[in-house]
């Protein structure tokens, strides 16, 4: 549970494994874009700063959150890439279209990590509020997308 008022993206550089030689594909939800661009933006800072290559870092979006799935299998099939992270944000509105988009984003997303040979990162925001998405995406909450990029040069540490 985050904490108010606290910025849950800092790290420290040095214990982060260099991305110097690590692949990453990023896919990206088109829906909520002023939101998902700004979780991209904090996980390109973040996978920069860690000695990650502009060339190594490769968006692809898609409409939604749910099409997130099929993008990730879809670079995964490349074999170009040595993770994935998908970004996206669910904000609840007044039908049970919230629950099921988040139960199925999360399930996909779970189903092709315990399948697939590389990690699948989950940055996908289930908020309540836009304000609760707005502060988790560059916000007063920090970037859930710097903590998204973080897991990812650990996760492709661990398989190297």
Known sequence: M???????SN???NTIPDARDFRFGIVVSDWNSHITDGLYHGAEAALLDCGALPQNIVR???PGSFELIFGAKQLMKTGNFDVIITIGSVIKGETMHFDFVCQGVTNGIAALNAEGEIPVIFCVLTDNTEQQS?????GKHGNKGTEAAI?????VAMTK
Not at 151 to 155: E, G, H, R, S
């Open 2 to 8: 985050a904490t108010a008022n606290k910025n849950l």
């Open 11 to 13: 790290y420290d550089k």
């Open 60 to 62: 692809q979006n898609v």
């Open 134 to 138: 707005i502060d988790r995406s560059g």
């Open 151 to 155: 897991a990812a040069i650990k996760m």
